[in-house]
Antibody
Framework: EVQLLESGGGLVQPGGSLRLSCAAS????????MSWVRQAPGKGLEWVSTISGSGGSTYSADSVKGRFTISRDSSKNTLYLQMDSVRAEDTAIYYCAKAVRAAAGRYHFDDWGQGTLVTVSS | EIVLTQSPGTLSLSPGERATLSCRASQSVNSNYLAWYQQKPGQAPRLLIYGASSRATGFPDRFSGSGSGTDFTLTISRLEPEDFAVYYCQQYGSSPLTFGGGTKVELK
C-alpha cells in the first residue's frame, strides 16, 4: 500500500523559509516522479512542482519559480520542498503526490498524502 | 497555459440521480491527457479518471469519463451517498499542469 506522509508545515513570516518533507513507502520510490500540489483554504488545487524519478529533471509553476526548490533523497525515500521568500499567497495545504508520467513534464497524480498546512503571516 | 473551466459550480442532486459534470479547456488537450479527482471534506484528492476515460482503481463503473479536444465530461450514472464531494479536472497534456476550479456535488 502506498503511503505518503508530509511534515514540516507551520506558521512562517512573510519573507521567511520553510522545508516540507514527504516520507514515502509501499512502492519503489526511485522509479516514480513525485510532485507537490497545494490548496489554499477553501479554494481549488494548484500544481506547484514535480521532480523526475532520477531527480535529474524538475518542473515548477511560475508562481513559485525561483523561490521554491523541489528535491528528493532516494536513500531515505523522502521528497522535499524548500520554500524561500514565502508570501501570504503561499498559505495552503501542501500535498505530496506520486506522479504518473505521460511524457516529459506531463503528469497526473495517482496517490496523495494527507497534506501539511503552511500559514504565512506576521 | 491551458485554463480549465468546470461547470456547474455546484450540482444539487438526490441519491439515485444522474450527475453530469463538464470540464472545458481553453485550448485542445494533447492526447486527451485529462484526469478527474474526487475530494471529500477534510481529505486529500483521489484520482478517479485518467486519460479522459480510464477509471482508476477502486472506483465503481457508475463513474465514467468521456470527451476529447476541449470538452470533457464526468458522468455518475446513479448517485450513491458516498459520491457527494467536489470533483476537479486536471490537464497534463501541456505545461504548466493545470486544474479546473471544481464542481461540488451536493445533496439536494
Amino acid at each position: 500500500e502506498v503511503q505518503l506522509l508530509e511534515s514540516g508545515g507551520g506558521l512562517v513570516q512573510p519573507g521567511g523559509s520553510l522545508r516540507l518533507s514527504c516520507a514515502a513507502s509501499g512502492f519503489t520510490f526511485s522509479t516514480f516522479a513525485m510532485s507537490w500540489v497545494r490548496q489554499a483554504p477553501g479554494k481549488g488545487l494548484e500544481w506547484v512542482s514535480t521532480i523526475s524519478g532520477s531527480g535529474g529533471s524538475t518542473y515548477s509553476a511560475d508562481s513559485v519559480k525561483g523561490r521554491f526548490t523541489i528535491s528528493r533523497d532516494s536513500s531515505k525515500n523522502t521528497l522535499y520542498l524548500q520554500m524561500d521568500s514565502v508570501r501570504a499567497e503561499d498559505t495552503a495545504i501542501y500535498y505530496c503526490a506520486k506522479a504518473v508520467r505521460a511524457a516529459a513534464g506531463r503528469y497526473h497524480f495517482d496517490d496523495w498524502g494527507q497534506g501539511t498546512l503552511v500559514t504565512v503571516s506576521s | 497555459e491551458i485554463v480549465l473551466t468546470q461547470s456547474p459550480g455546484t450540482l444539487s442532486l438526490s441519491p439515485g440521480e444522474r450527475a453530469t459534470l463538464s470540464c472545458r479547456a481553453s485550448q485542445s488537450v494533447n492526447s486527451n491527457y485529462l484526469a478527474w479527482y474526487q475530494q471529500k471534506p477534510g481529505q486529500a484528492p483521489r484520482l478517479l479518471i485518467y486519460g479522459a476515460s480510464s477509471r482508476a482503481t477502486g472506483f465503481p463503473d457508475r463513474f465514467s469519463g468521456s470527451g476529447s479536444g476541449t470538452d470533457f465530461t464526468l458522468t455518475i450514472s446513479r448517485l450513491e451517498p458516498e459520491d457527494f464531494a467536489v470533483y476537479y479536472c486536471q490537464q497534463y497534456g501541456s505545461s504548466p499542469l493545470t486544474f479546473g476550479g471544481g464542481t461540488k456535488v451536493e445533496l439536494k
